[in-house]
């Protein structure tokens, strides 16, 4: 059992120094977990912390999910067969740069709840699936004969709010289901007054300045251990942003401030990983920016698995303080499979075609038609002619507007302009409006980030009811290609690769817009070349097989090739 004295924890009754890093299984192929664990514990870590997600494991109310990239359960087994300790991070509220924090989007159905707090609504649901996620931990606790050595409660919470009321009965939650190890919270220095509780241990997030950081802590909670529980090493990338490095002589300096005191470090990362699907969050500051689908964050692994020049000067270091293994990993095989036609192709619209509609009286957010992901087409008649102007602020993300079938607009949530002029040549006119949710916001005030249209659309000073909705969630790849005579995009594009080894190789997109790239039915995530940084998407060997695979892309704006390249190498920016 891990407990703590003074500033000192002790595992077992004996002094424990936490060395630990952050691999998030849910972004890592499970084919790859023994990898990533491996190396992380070739690097002379002893434990290994991860956050688990609620939308991943119960994606549709009462649905759930521990399967696949959601084994929670197999990914301890994996770091306690390599001898490794476990941290875990159920939180609710995960932050990551993950979608919505790692909330489903269902929750928002929710009229009137209040996120993260004693409200009664929200801590029902979060009570429902705890009944369901803490019996899973359970079993794999130290107390129990298992690796898991600690659990957060909530995450960074005093830079959210201070229901100190909710944080409480999250613990009890905790406490009633069995988690009798170690309980802690995580928060920046400045934070911890309202992120903190009596029974838990207080940690620090927090990438540089640690003496400051620690000094904090000791005038907060006088006499406490030292732990920097995320020390963030690199950062991560927006899209149209740059992609962004830290030195590895910069961490290593501050990595060894830390451990050469005795404080408790865990990286952020140790292996970022991949937002596959529509899994990327986004921040919302002054305006909107949706995270790319890379989570390399510039770690000591790099998305791919490769061991980075960071990890081999921040074993140096701990080499200085006590034994690490000698074994150090080597870069994983990378193929590069050339250039693949995307030849069958198929407009959107003419899918669409194949959807039944959902009429309601005015539009609708995603999340009260029971959508939490993809794309969202609204359609109504306008019978008015002559130039109209249209209110697009409850547009959420980036949307292509039709007047009878033709693309007048393209607008973005970020656009400083939010009222727009479109023509109506006829009497009766069909508008149609296209939109892409780029990810909901993870982190702040702005959390609450509904998705589709929000409200009715004012445009030529009324609103106008009775619209048809085709919701597109793209759960199923798998789509029949059928001839139609509709050329406009969103297009679908479909092709073979043949391989006749499977390894990690990278999608080069040059030549294509914005959109998404399915292998064999799996949704590697978006890509979004005109923005950048990342030019090129990561496909993990584990995703092919031997011989024929499916490619899917969805292009959602325009492309001047029909091929994609399969090649060795990455392109982050």
């Not at 407990?3 to 998030?24: M, R, W």
């Not at 006749?500 to 817009?513: H, R, S, V, Y």
Request: aromatic letters at 14%; hydrophobic letters at 35%; a negative charge.
């Amino acid at each position: 059992m891990l407990t703590t004295k003074g500033k000192q924890f002790y595992l077992n009754g004996e002094p424990y120094q936490i060395l630990s890093g952050s691999i998030h299984y849910f972004r890592v192929v499970p084919e790859y977990w023994e990898d990533r664990l491996l190396k992380l514990k070739q690097l002379g870590l002893n434990t290994v912390e991860t956050y688990i997600p609620w939308n991943v494991h119960e994606p549709k109310k009462g649905q759930y999910c521990f399967e696949g990239m959601a084994d929670l359960e197999g990914f301890i087994k994996k770091a306690e067969e390599l001898g490794l300790y476990v941290i875990l991070r159920p939180a609710p509220y995960i932050c990551a740069e993950w979608e919505f924090g790692g909330f489903p989007g269902w929750l928002l159905k929710e009229p009137g709840m209040v996120l993260r707090s004693s409200d009664p609504v929200f801590f029902d649901h979060l009570t429902s699936y705890f009944d369901v996620l803490l019996p899973k931990m359970v079993p794999h606790l130290s107390s129990n004969g298992g690796p898991v050595i600690a659990v957060q409660v909530e995450n960074e919470y005093g830079a959210y709010g201070n229901d100190l009321e909710y944080l409480n009965a999250s613990a009890e939650l905790f406490k009633n289901a069995g988690i009798d190890v170690l309980l802690f919270t995580s928060d920046g220095p400045e934070f911890i007054q309202h992120g903190s509780m009596q029974d838990a241990v207080t940690t620090l997030n927090f990438g540089s300045r640690s003496g400051e950081a620690f000094a904090a802590l000791e005038t907060f909670r006088p006499n406490s251990p030292e732990m920097c529980a995320e020390f963030w090493i690199g950062w991560f990338d927006h899209w149209g942003g740059e992609h962004h490095t830290r030195e590895a002589a910069d961490v290593a300096a501050e990595y060894e401030k830390m451990i050469s005191q005795g404080a408790s470090v865990n990286f952020y990362m140790f292996h970022g990983g991949t937002n596959f699907g529509f899994m990327n969050g986004a921040n919302h500051y002054e305006f909107y920016s949706p995270t790319i689908t890379s989570y390399d964050y510039d770690a000591l692994l790099t998305e791919w698995g490769d061991p980075g020049e960071k990890y081999f000067t921040v074993k140096n270091v701990l080499s200085k303080y006590r034994e690490v293994p000698e074994e150090n990993p080597a870069p994983s095989v990378k193929k590069s499979y050339g250039q693949v036609s995307m030849n069958a192709q198929m407009s959107v619209f003419d899918y669409i075609s194949t959807l039944k509609p959902q009429n309601v009286i005015a539009p609708k957010p995603m999340e009260e038609l029971d959508q939490n992901y993809g794309y969202i087409l609204y359609k109504t008649v306008i019978t008015k002619q002559g130039d109209l102007e249209m209110d697009t602020a409850p547009i959420r993300d980036r949307a292509f507007i039709y007047i009878n079938r033709k693309l007048e607009r393209t607008i973005y949530r970020n656009d400083p302009e939010k009222t727009i002029t479109l023509s109506f040549p006829n009497e009766e006119n069909i508008l149609e409006v296209f939109v892409e949710n780029m990810g909901r916001v993870n982190y702040g005030k702005h959390l609450k980030d509904k998705k589709g249209i929000t409200e009715n659309l004012w445009i030529g000073n009324q609103y106008w009811f009775h619209w048809e909705v085709y919701p597109i969630e793209m759960d199923d790849a798998d789509l029949a290609f059928i001839k139609g005579e509709d050329e406009r995009y969103p297009r679908f594009y479909k092709g073979e690769l043949t391989a006749d080894a499977p390894a990690d190789t990278f999608i080069d997109l040059e030549g294509w817009t914005k959109g998404n790239v399915w292998v064999n039915g799996f949704n590697l995530g978006r890509y979004w070349v005109t923005e950048g940084p990342q030019q090129r998407l990561y496909v993990p060997g584990p995703l092919l097989k031997e011989g024929k695979n499916d490619i899917l892309v969805m292009e959602l704006e325009g492309n001047e090739s029909c091929s994609i390249t399969f090649t060795d190498e990455p392109k982050l920016g």
